[in-house]
């Protein structure tokens, strides 16, 4: 797997990204899909956001602009659903994923953890398994108060650079969750740091995925 992520020939042209809150992706994945993006100039890019007001939006629009510079093309929406009601709404937001299903069929899907114990997170994550069946999907990891991080399977070793775009673009992009206890850099930091160590990463850094489901 970390062969296929990294190799200039690569044969991921189409990701997409899924997201319940503003900062999820770049939190949960911004450095693997950072990493992609510099394996190939022609990746194509779906980001999708599900909840977001007046005043998150201009900020997840900046942090998808920040990741997805080096895509070859990209398709950002942010969804106005009720931020922590999803799963009260489940219907109008499977409606959604039955529209991405019959419009996009990427190579490898992120998407958020089936176990963790966020509502929002929890829906989208069942959501992707029932729509794209036969795809590579791999679920991101958020930190929080919840202790909710498993024990993932799939690692993808950062570069230095790609390391620090990403934490940078999180602090400088997010600027209205600064005030939650956990929304520092040492958080961001200490999770890929964790993770490197785990799989032993030249850099020391790295993200880390559960994967039901890989056909070689």
């Given amino acids: 797997m970390l062969e296929l992520l990294s190799e200039t020939n690569a044969p991921v042209g189409c990701i997409l990204c899924l997201g319940a809150h503003c900062d999820d992706i770049e939190i949960g994945c911004g450095g693997t899909v950072l990493k992609l993006l510099q394996a190939r100039s022609d990746v194509r890019v779906d980001w999708i956001v599900f909840t977001s007001d007046d005043e998150r939006a201009s900020e997840a629009h900046a942090?998808?602009?920040?990741?997805?510079?080096?895509?070859?093309?990209?398709?950002?929406?942010?969804?106005?659903?009720?931020?922590?009601?999803?799963?009260?709404v489940g219907d109008e937001v499977k409606e959604y994923f039955d529209e991405l299903g019959a419009s996009v069929r990427p190579d490898v899907i992120f998407t958020h953890y089936c176990e963790d114990l966020h509502q929002d997170h929890r829906l989208l994550a069942d959501l992707t398994y029932n729509t794209w069946r036969d795809r590579l999907i791999l679920e991101y990891e958020i930190p929080k108060?919840?202790?909710?991080?498993?024990?993932?399977?799939?690692?993808?070793?950062?570069?230095?650079?790609?390391?620090?775009?990403?934490?940078?673009?999180?602090?400088?992009?997010?600027?209205?969750?600064?005030?939650?206890?956990?929304?520092?850099k040492e958080t961001f930091l200490a999770l890929m740091r964790l993770r490197g160590v785990e799989c032993k990463a030249p850099s020391g850094y790295a993200e880390a995925f559960h994967c039901r489901k890989l056909v070689l």
Avoid: C, M
């Fill in 63 to 88: 942090g998808a602009a920040a990741i997805l510079a080096g895509a070859g093309e990209s398709n950002v929406v942010l969804k106005d659903f009720r931020q922590r009601y999803l799963p009260f």
């Fill in 145 to 184: 108060w919840d202790g909710d991080l498993g024990r993932p399977n799939v690692y993808v070793q950062l570069e230095p650079d790609q390391v620090e775009r990403k934490v940078e673009t999180i602090w400088d992009t997010f600027v209205s969750q600064r005030d939650k206890h956990w929304f520092t």
